[in-house]
């Protein structure tokens, strides 16, 4: 017993290794492993490869399929760039009401998908407080298009790239910045050449946890985008179709082809991460 | 001593080199506010204004119809389950990463935080392929009286799987940074492991675990994809408070589903000033991303 445990384990004197790890390892296991598990052999092994991209090679599906991704990284760009610029606000000015402001940032981690479903709704339908003044000043329709999924995704994934970057800023060393503007930079060469390299990496993070987000999210997108087939359905709503229509099959090549996009999406976001601390690092 | 230099008429006003001009500064603060307005305050006081558009008796009286009052166990019952096992699972976990060294630790990391990649409709449909009626496991379930999907215990385990990640994801980095130390010390001076866990781990890790089971509480009542996805929606039954929002708004039940969504806005507006009060009092003992 001891001379296994010896290779997967280094010695030590610290008691409940046993307990912690069994407790770990079957909750993992139970919650996470298998189910994940089931869902992978029930596509490649049950339903084949070949089945899954018949199901997923049809208009409606790469349909759903491109409005979600399209729509998460719409929502998730304007968060990257938003995102860096309210926790610059955040860390270095002072205003009334930054503590409520900055409490607020997490309001979409602590509300309820629904909840900010149907709200957003009520404000940005045709005759709500934004979506009747938008109607009349622009012509523009949100709810029940395109634009009220980026607005429901935009939500969702607003607190991720703040509270990545928040703790850099608060890192970076005032005398990195006065020795670019002794050096002649001007204020906005500093922040461009100097601070914003500095906070890629991290914002990058919450980039890509935006985006693992909003791929998926699920309850506050239906509300607001009408979903109209192959205009304002997004995939996980075809998959929910798919499971009322007892179509298993179907429903699991959605959710794989999802898993699999996502999967590749992040791989490239770790790269050019990987790719952007190096460059720091060599700077 | 009368050549002195001249004195410059004015100097130009000091402005350090690491701060924005004046002008930019409060254009910036401007703008983010009227965005926070836009997308964050404003659905919130939606949230309320839609409740209570029929007065406040009206809106209290939904909450006291039969289904609003199952919704609002259901819902209950289910983070009464679900936080504390979760709880549990978090201090295993990060007692077992954070305190021993083995193989496959990283591995064991990326396999706690996948749900939090994974959409909530696909973590649904996850245990309708396990437990539903078209596998062998679900038949037989079924058969012995103890169903899954469409029942408590699917509703269950989807929002474990949803909220798994939020407790160990607090204490590992927390306990990591605390070292192993005090708790050898415990040890060298003849305490039991338990003992050693109770009186020297637990008030170390206490508001980090407090923080992690503060945000898992409010997810675990609010989620709404995985739960909608194995609830079958039984009105009485299976139905918690965010599926219950979906049904009065389809039904155009407006006040009734914006009261309901009311209380949940509450839920998250308690979340949110416990966990300030949190990072404000106990930043030290927070994991480092939530110490500003």
Redesign the interface.
């Known amino acids: 017993m001891a001379a296994r445990t010896f290779s997967?384990?280094?010695p030590?004197?610290?008691?409940?290794?046993g307990?912690?790890?069994?407790?770990?390892l079957t909750?993992?296991s139970v919650?996470?492993?298998?189910?994940?598990a089931?869902?992978l052999w029930?596509g490649f092994v049950g339903f084949g490869a070949a089945g899954m991209w018949e199901v997923v090679n049809r208009p409606r599906v790469w349909n759903a399929l491109e409005l979600s991704f399209r729509a998460a990284l719409i929502a998730s760009l304007f968060n990257l760039v938003?995102g860096v610029?309210?926790a610059?606000?955040?860390?270095?000015?002072r205003?009334p009401g930054k503590?409520i402001?900055?409490?607020?940032?997490?309001?979409?981690?602590?509300?309820?998908?629904?909840?900010?479903g149907?709200?957003?709704t009520?404000?940005y339908a045709p005759n709500?407080?934004?979506g009747s003044a938008l109607m009349q000043s622009f012509g523009l329709r949100v709810a029940y298009t395109e634009i009220g999924i980026w607005?429901a995704l935009?939500?969702v994934g607003?607190p991720f790239v703040v509270?990545?970057v928040?703790?850099v800023i608060?890192e970076i060393d005032?005398e990195t910045?006065?020795a670019s503007?002794?050096l002649g930079a001007s204020?906005l060469r500093t922040l461009t050449h100097v601070i914003l390299p500095m906070l890629a990496p991290a914002a990058l993070t919450g980039f890509a946890?935006a985006l693992?987000?909003s791929?998926?999210?699920?309850?506050s997108v239906i509300?607001i985008a009408g979903n109209l087939p192959n205009v304002t359905e997004i995939?996980?709503?075809l998959?929910?179709i798919r499971?009322e229509e007892?179509d298993?099959d179907g429903?699991?090549a959605i959710?794989i082809a999802?898993?699999v996009i996502?999967f590749a999406l992040?791989l490239a976001i770790n790269l050019i991460q990987i790719w952007s601390r190096r460059r720091m690092g060599a700077a | 001593m009368t050549d002195t230099p001249a004195i410059p008429a004015r100097p130009r006003p000091f402005r350090p080199a690491t701060t924005e001009p004046a002008l930019v500064k409060w254009s910036l603060i401007g703008l983010c506010l009227a965005v926070l307005t836009v997308l964050l305050f404003a659905p919130l006081y939606a949230v309320f204004d839609e409740a209570l558009r029929r007065g406040w008796a009206f809106a209290l009286a939904s909450l006291s119809e039969p289904d609003a009052q199952s919704a609002i166990r259901l819902t209950l019952l289910v983070a009464a389950i679900t936080v504390p096992l979760n709880a549990a699972f978090g201090i295993a976990a990060a007692w077992a990463i954070t305190k021993f060294d083995w193989r496959g630790k990283a591995w064991v990391i990326t396999f706690i935080d996948l749900p939090f990649s994974i959409s909530p409709v696909v973590a649904g449909l996850l245990f309708i392929l396990m437990f539903g009626a078209n596998s062998a496991l679900g038949m037989w379930l079924v058969a012995n009286g103890l169903p899954v999907v469409f029942a408590v215990p699917g509703i269950v385990l989807a929002t474990m799987f949803i909220t798994f990640p939020f407790v160990a994801r607090e204490l590992i980095p927390v306990m990591l940074e605390q070292g192993r130390a005090e708790e050898e010390a415990a040890l060298t001076l003849g305490a039991s492991g338990w003992r050693t866990f109770l009186t020297v781990t637990l008030p170390n890790i206490r508001w980090a675990l407090l923080y992690g089971v503060l945000l898992c509480n409010a997810r675990a009542m609010g989620e709404f994809g995985a739960v909608a996805v194995v609830s079958g929606k039984i009105r009485g039954q299976t139905t918690t408070m965010p599926l219950m929002i979906e049904m009065f708004y389809n039904e155009y039940l407006s006040v009734a589903a914006f009261t309901m969504a009311g209380v949940l806005a509450l839920l998250a507006l308690v979340t949110l000033t416990l966990k300030s009060a949190l990072e404000w009092r106990y930043a030290d003992q927070l994991a480092a991303t939530h110490r500003h």
């Open positions: 997967v384990r280094a030590t004197p610290m008691p409940g290794w307990l912690s790890f069994g407790i770990m909750m993992l919650v996470v492993l298998i189910p994940m089931v869902l029930r938003f610029l309210l610059w606000v955040l860390v270095r000015y205003f503590r402001v900055d409490a607020a940032v997490d309001l979409p981690f602590a509300l309820p998908t629904a909840v900010a149907i709200a957003l009520a404000i709500g407080m934004f607005i935009i939500f607003l509270r990545t928040q703790p608060e005032r910045e006065e503007a002794t204020r946890l693992a987000r791929v998926g999210e699920y309850g509300f995939a996980p709503l998959i929910v499971l007892f298993y429903a699991v959710a999802m898993l996502s992040l």
